[in-house]
T-cell receptor, first 110, second 113 residues
């Protein structure tokens, strides 16, 4: 079976740094994706990790530990527009199918 | 713009009815994935097609069916609709080769009254 856990909600201040954690238990793990979704809109791709370690992309970084079944998304220099849901998704098997966690709703306050 | 087109944007219908949702994938993508997103739930995987063939199946109800046509567009058919089927239905496309990200359409918001 598949189990992906993320905190439901987080709040942070504009200009600060926030870390959103994701733990997973899954068979056939082939990588982990992070997506951003604004309310009522389509999810958009942020990052992909398949090997252990940190991937940095501008203000966003993502980390993966396969042995611990753990990932996090780090957002730096938070902006108001970063208020959104952040979805952790596990790549299951080799068909490209993604299994999503419930998502973490991040609210950025002035 | 993801390049994935979904129609219609909104759909309001009554219980017991049948609707069809349509998706055109990004140019070059052979695989289409359907997801359901209800208010308090995450994205639930329904079904995947690759080059016209069913590739993977998730928690798709028997009242729901899908297909992918030779021109690679896909349709999701929802029948005997119930109030609980009200949700956002997303289509995503990808290469079907694994580590390439999925690109999502803007979704169809279905309201069953």
């Amino acid at each position: 079976g598949q189990n992906i856990d993320q905190p439901t909600e987080m709040t942070a201040t504009e200009g600060a740094i926030v870390q959103i954690n994701c733990t997973y238990q899954t068979s056939g793990f082939n990588g982990l994706f992070w997506y951003q979704q604004h309310a009522g809109e389509a999810p958009t791709f942020l990052s992909y990790n398949v090997l252990d370690g940190l991937e940095e992309k501008g203000r966003f970084s993502s980390f993966l530990s396969r042995s611990k079944g753990y990932s996090y998304l780090l957002l730096k220099e938070l902006q108001m527009k970063d208020s959104a849901s952040y979805l952790c998704a596990v790549l299951s098997g080799n068909t490209g199918k993604l299994i999503f966690g419930q998502g973490t709703t991040l609210q950025v306050k002035p | 713009d993801s390049g994935v087109t979904q129609t219609p944007k909104h759909l309001i219908t009554a219980t017991g009815q049948r609707v069809t949702l349509r998706c055109s994938p990004r140019s070059g993508d052979l695989s289409v994935y359907w997801y359901q997103q209800s208010l308090d739930q995450g994205l639930q995987f329904l079904i995947q097609y690759y080059n016209g063939e069913e590739r993977a199946k998730g928690n798709i109800l028997e009242r729901f069916s899908a297909q992918q046509f030779p021109d690679l567009h896909s349709e999701l058919n929802l029948s005997s609709l119930e109030l609980g089927d009200s949700a956002l239905y997303f289509c995503a496309s990808g290469t079907g080769q694994g580590h390439s990200p999925l690109h999502f359409g803007n979704g169809t918001r279905l309201t069953v009254t």
